[in-house]
């Protein structure tokens, strides 16, 4: 049974909204932070989990009230109502293991705080919010009239979760990741939590940093070389368009090799060095570094020398002005 302390936030929405999308993308982030999420889904149809055929399938023909499905990957309940009035939220609720965070999805007209999702290719576009005072932000893809309440983009699952969490009352910080935390050494746990880790024969100056995510990874959880490349060239492009005071493009890439691979979860590090200024181009040595899920542990990912090179307004190379 859910344990009373469990915190509730619905996700409403018509449908085509982007509801599951969303919660998704939720789960996904709350539970890289440390929460123990499950989830509640509410269908309007005749849903069915089951498949014909299959033994589970058969016994529900056969007339059982429920059916459990055991495995050592997973367990599921499947209960036949057969006419008998549909369980409220509160006794779903009741029937969930503990957990940190229960994110509801539909359940408009529950007394549950709420986001609201909107999408222009919703089924409808009438806004809920004005009629339920437990909405308490909006998600949507284009710009919406709130009335005041928050609006965030339909994708910006981290902004969100902040706005969650603060609401339930949570710390960003989820209790396993503390107790990931505290299992590291004394050390190591100082300089993770001052986020200063150790960055040994580092060269240049930190340019760009983020967060490698399972949309860019293959299927053995390494992150792909290209999309690696992409926020090399990305933080060349910051630093050399800073130098340049304006608009500049690659024009090449030198001796590139990787070392290491990242893995999701990981921090990548990009880091840059302007070691040539000619009269229209920018050169750069570009080191990639790793910062290991949840460890201070910094490796070298990759390098390479990038060439940019100063455009003007009509696309041309232009001269890079003094410094």
Do not use: W
């Given at each position: 049974m859910m344990d009373r302390q469990t915190k509730i936030f619905g996700v409403t929405g018509w449908k085509n909204s982007g509801k599951t999308g969303l919660v998704v993308r939720l789960v996904r982030e709350l539970t890289a932070r440390g929460y123990a999420v499950s989830t509640i889904k509410h269908a309007h149809h005749d849903c069915d989990v089951d498949r014909p055929?299959?033994?589970?399938?058969?016994?529900?023909?056969?007339?059982?009230?429920?059916?459990?499905?055991?495995s050592g990957a997973r367990v599921a309940v499947m209960q036949e109502l057969r006419g008998a009035p549909e369980p409220s939220l509160d006794d779903i609720l009741s029937r969930l293991s503990p957990c940190d965070i229960v994110l509801v999805e539909g359940y408009k007209r529950e007394a549950i705080p709420k986001i609201e999702t909107r999408r222009r290719e919703a089924r409808s576009t009438s806004p809920l919010a004005p009629l339920d005072p437990l909405i308490l932000a909006v998600a949507a893809d284009f710009p919406a009239d709130t009335d005041g309440l928050p609006c965030f983009e339909l994708d910006d699952a981290e902004s969100l979760a902040d706005f969650i969490l603060k609401n339930l009352g949570l710390s960003n910080t989820g209790p396993r990741r503390q107790h990931q935390l505290r299992t590291l050494n004394q050390k190591e746990r100082d300089t993770a939590m001052t986020d200063r880790p150790a960055r040994p024969e580092i060269s240049g100056e930190l340019t760009l940093r983020t967060l490698a995510m399972p949309g860019d990874a293959n299927a053995a959880g390494d992150i792909f070389g290209g999309w690696v490349m992409a926020q090399m060239d990305l933080a060349c492009g910051i630093r050399a368009a800073e130098r340049a005071h304006g608009r500049v493009v690659t024009?090449?890439?030198?001796?590139?090799?990787?070392?290491?691979?990242?893995?999701?979860?990981?921090?990548?590090?990009?880091?840059?060095?302007?070691?040539?200024?000619g009269r229209t181009s920018i050169t750069l040595n570009v080191e990639a570094w790793a910062q290991r899920y949840l460890s201070p542990r910094m490796e070298k990912v990759t390098g390479a020398t990038f060439v940019m090179v100063a455009l003007d307004q009509d696309g041309k190379p232009t001269v890079v002005p003094e410094d």
């Open positions: 055929g299959a033994d589970s399938h058969q016994h529900r023909e056969a007339g059982a009230q429920e059916v459990a499905l055991v024009a090449a890439v030198k001796e590139m090799a990787f070392e290491l691979p990242v893995k999701i979860g990981d921090t990548l590090c990009i880091y840059t060095d302007i070691v040539r200024v």
